[in-house]
């Protein structure tokens, strides 16, 4: 079984940035969608970023052009670059993956098209 391991969330001020990253502990081509989410205190978990194996790239409206979502074949890793971050950014973030092809334009933000999940990172933005 292929698991997930996200790391690099931290605490920086308005306006910093921070990469998360998602160690696959398999072979990151058994996913065919990767990405994160995030969830705040009180809120839905929702999508972020995500990326199809062929580099095809969905943003949330959001984070769209601050965010930028990207794989590391030869690390099996998927990073999320997240700049000019903003205290509505803070929120629990986690790695999704999903084996096999929808039939659709875009890469899904549908949290439930999602099958396995990594334990969290925390991402804190002070004002």
């Known amino acids: 079984q292929v698991h997930l391991v996200d790391s690099g969330g931290g605490s920086v001020p308005a306006g910093g940035s921070l990469r998360l990253s998602c160690q696959v502990s398999?072979?990151?081509?058994?996913?065919?969608?990767m990405g994160w989410f995030r969830q705040a205190p009180g809120k839905e978990r929702e999508g972020v970023a995500v990326?199809?194996?062929?580099?095809?790239?969905t943003y949330a409206d959001a984070v769209k052009d601050r965010f930028t979502i990207s794989q590391d074949h030869a690390k099996n890793t998927l990073y999320l670059q997240m700049n000019s971050l903003t205290p509505e950014d803070a929120a629990m973030y986690y790695c999704?993956?999903?084996?096999?092809?929808?039939?659709?334009?875009?890469?899904?933000?549908?949290?439930?098209?999602?099958?396995?999940w990594g334990q969290g990172t925390q991402v804190t933005v002070s004002s």
């Open positions: 990326i199809a194996t062929d580099g095809t790239t």
């Open positions: 999704a993956a999903r084996m096999t092809y929808l039939v659709g334009s875009r890469p899904p933000l549908l949290r439930d098209t999602y099958h396995t």
């Open positions: 398999g072979n990151i081509y058994s996913f065919y969608y």
